[in-house]
C-alpha cells in the first residue's frame, strides 16, 4: 500500500448539511490544493469532502502504472456513495479534476447540480511541442520528467503538501487519453449549471482550455471568469477571498 503523507491525505468536513460540495484535485496534485477553499464552505454551512485520486499523494513512481480509469473510479465510488445522502451535490474540480468532474455530470446528469471548474486542462502551454515531441521522446528514453515551472527552492513544499514535481509519461499520455476521448467529446452533453473560472496568467493549462469548454458546453446556464495576474491554481492567489465567495455564491444561488 502506498505511503500517502500526512499533507495529501483525503478530508471530509460533515457538518449536518445535506449540501455536498466534492473537490476533486487534479492530476500530480493533491487535496491539500483545496483545503483552504474546502474550510472556507464547511464554513458557510456546506458539507465537503476531498478524495484522493489514485497513485497520488505518495511518490511518483506510485502514478506510472495508473490509468485514466483508475481516477475516474475514485471520483465515480464518491458520488455513488453520495447518492441518497445529500439533496445537493456539487462539484469543485481544479485542473484535470474539472475534466473527471464533466464525465460525472454526463454520467450523473440528475443527481449532480452544478459544477465549478478551475483551470480545466484541454490545453497545456506548449501542447502541440508536448504531445507531438516531447511526450514520446522521453518516454522513450527515460520514462519521467521533472516539471519545469516549479522553482528549486519551492519543490520540498511542493511534495510535503503530496504533489509530484516529477511525472510520469505513462500517466502523462493517460491525461491526454482522458482529455480527448471523453472531456472534448462530451462537453455537449453537460447540461448543468457551471462555473468556470481560470487564470490569464496560468503557465500550465492555457487559459484557452476554459474558453473553448465554455464554448462547446451544453448548459444554458453556464459563466467563464477570467482573472489577472494569478497562477496555475487561483486558490493561491491574493485574491482567493474573492474567488472563494464567488464559489460560495454560485453554490447558493441553486440550493
Not at 500517502?4 to 460533515?14: G, R, V, W
Not at 519543490?155 to 471523453?182: D, H, M, W
Request: one cysteine or more; hydrophobic letters at 40%.
Amino acid at each position: 500500500m502506498a505511503n500517502i503523507k500526512e499533507n495529501a491525505k483525503p478530508y471530509f468536513f460533515d457538518n449536518g448539511s445535506k449540501t455536498l460540495a466534492l473537490l476533486v484535485h487534479g492530476f500530480t496534485g493533491s487535496p491539500h490544493d483545496l483545503l483552504e477553499l474546502a474550510q472556507f464552505l464547511a464554513g458557510k454551512g456546506i458539507t465537503v469532502k476531498a478524495p484522493l485520486l489514485a497513485g497520488h499523494g505518495s511518490a511518483w513512481q506510485d502514478l506510472e502504472n495508473c490509468t485514466a480509469y483508475d481516477w475516474w473510479k475514485v471520483v465515480d465510488e464518491e458520488v455513488k456513495w453520495a447518492q441518497g445522502k445529500f439533496d445537493k451535490i456539487f462539484l469543485v474540480g481544479y485542473s484535470f479534476g474539472a475534466n473527471l468532474s464533466f464525465d460525472m455530470a454526463v454520467r450523473y446528469p440528475n443527481q449532480i447540480n452544478g459544477i465549478v471548474a478551475l483551470g480545466i486542462s484541454i490545453f497545456l502551454h506548449k501542447n502541440f511541442i508536448i504531445k507531438k515531441i516531447g511526450l514520446p521522446l522521453v518516454h522513450f528514453f527515460s520514462g519521467h520528467y521533472r516539471k519545469d515551472h516549479i522553482k528549486p527552492e519551492h519543490i520540498p513544499e511542493y511534495e510535503n503538501n503530496g504533489c509530484y514535481s516529477i511525472v510520469p509519461t505513462a500517466a502523462l499520455k493517460e491525461f491526454y487519453r482522458f482529455i480527448e476521448q471523453y472531456t472534448q467529446k462530451e462537453l455537449s452533453q453537460v447540461k448543468v449549471p457551471t462555473l468556470f473560472i481560470h487564470s490569464r496568467d496560468d503557465d500550465v493549462t492555457h487559459p484557452l482550455s476554459s474558453q473553448y469548454a465554455y464554448d462547446r458546453l451544453g448548459s444554458h446556464q453556464k459563466e467563464l471568469l477570467f482573472l489577472d495576474e494569478l497562477n496555475h491554481n487561483p486558490l493561491e492567489s491574493k485574491r482567493k477571498n474573492f474567488i472563494f465567495t464567488r464559489i460560495w455564491e454560485f453554490i447558493n444561488s441553486l440550493q
